[in-house]
């Protein structure tokens, strides 16, 4: 699996801001797809996580209530969609997959994911 993650940009506090990640190779409803962040001089951080069906999500607990995760199965594509952004949001955001990872705190540790985007860069200005 190839992940592209794509969409971010420049938003001003209190925007709204949607990335996505697309996936190529086959079998994509079996992956959990994870994003992650990470700001300068920070280590990288779980942001949210869906499951396959798209029916389980989990999410840290800074963005719980702003953002959402969603996906498109038929299109292959993972979408993370940021609301009410705040300048602590800035980071470069990652997407990543797993095949049939439990979208629990299991989903949240990097290293149980073996695929990996190439990352976007979402600033959000105060």
């Known amino acids: 699996v190839q992940l592209q993650a794509s969409g971010g940009g420049l938003v001003q506090a209190g925007g709204s801001l949607r990335v996505s990640c697309a996936a190529s190779?086959?079998?994509?409803?079996?992956?959990?797809i994870g994003w992650f962040r990470q700001a300068p001089g920070k280590e990288r951080e779980f942001v949210a996580a869906i499951s396959g069906s798209g029916g389980v999500t989990y999410f840290t607990d800074s963005v719980k209530g702003r953002f959402t995760i969603s996906r498109d199965n038929a299109k292959s594509t993972g979408y993370l969609q940021m609301n009410s952004l705040k300048p602590e949001d800035s980071a470069v955001y990652y997407c990543?997959?797993?095949?049939?990872?439990?979208?629990?705190?299991?989903?949240?540790?990097?290293?149980?994911?073996?695929?990996w985007g190439q990352g976007t860069q979402v600033t959000v200005s105060s």
């Open positions: 190779g086959r079998s994509f409803s079996s992956y959990t």
């Open positions: 990543a997959a797993a095949r049939y990872l439990i979208a629990d705190k299991t989903a949240a540790v990097a290293n149980h994911y073996y695929y």
